[in-house]
């Protein structure tokens, strides 16, 4: 039996609310400008309202909207490039920060157990520490915009929205083992981008930049281990 209109109101909003904040989050690291976020938003929710009667009842409804948001940013693009602006001031922190800009989160998803996400809170009272992690967050930002589209948006969901592969697979059309390789390409470029960071340690900690530093220490431990053994074994 079809819902009634107000029944498909009430279903797509107690199914849709909750995913607003997210759904902006993203929305504004795709397209870089607030009011083109709110625009990507409120298309994505008509489509996806109207598109209601495909959602198949059960599956993942977050992967499902998400996918339609990309497409739509997709189409957006190919039908009219927009260049890469952002204010800061107007950048959302990760999930479960208070505050626009500040605050970080720690990602448990394919970004990685214990990954930092790239907007550290700014504390106040050292203001040379808290310009280093400007700092670091401007070029946070500037590095994930650089990233290629096919890159950038699973680096968004997977560090910024702790998507599962699985999830990411569903939303972009593509195999996991294709999210995989997405995800370390792009975490990768990050790395090279933000490794100075990691050099001078202002405190930002990031996820990608810090897992270098800590696969690299522990190589030089391994390193160092072997040295030692085969310099007893000689005596």
Known sequence: ???????????????????????????????????????????TCLKAFRALHRYEA???????????????CI???????????????EF???????????GGSQATGPGGAGTVLPFPGLSGSDPERDLQQKDFRTAALRSVEALPQELRIVVLLAIFEEFSYAEIA???????????????????????????????????????????SQRRSAESARAENARAENARESD
């Open 92 to 102: 959302p922190a990760g999930p479960g920060s208070g505050e626009a800009g500040s």
């Open 58 to 72: 059960g599956t993942n409804y977050r992967a499902w909207i998400f996918k339609i948001m990309t497409n739509t």
């Open 170 to 212: 569903q939303v972009v059309g593509c195999p996991i083992g294709t999210v995989r390789s997405r995800l370390s390409r792009g975490r990768q470029a990050l790395q090279r981008d933000l490794s100075r960071f990691a050099r001078t340690d202002p405190g930002e900690a990031s996820g990608v930049v810090k897992g270098t």
């Open 1 to 43: 039996m079809a819902m009634t209109l107000h029944a498909r109101q009430e279903a797509f909003e107690a199914k849709t609310r909750p995913l607003l904040d997210s759904l902006y989050r993203t929305a504004l690291r795709m397209t870089h400008e607030p009011q083109a976020a709110e625009d990507l938003v409120q298309d």
């Open 75 to 89: 189409d957006r693009r190919r039908a009219r490039p927009e260049p890469l602006a952002m204010d800061l001031a």
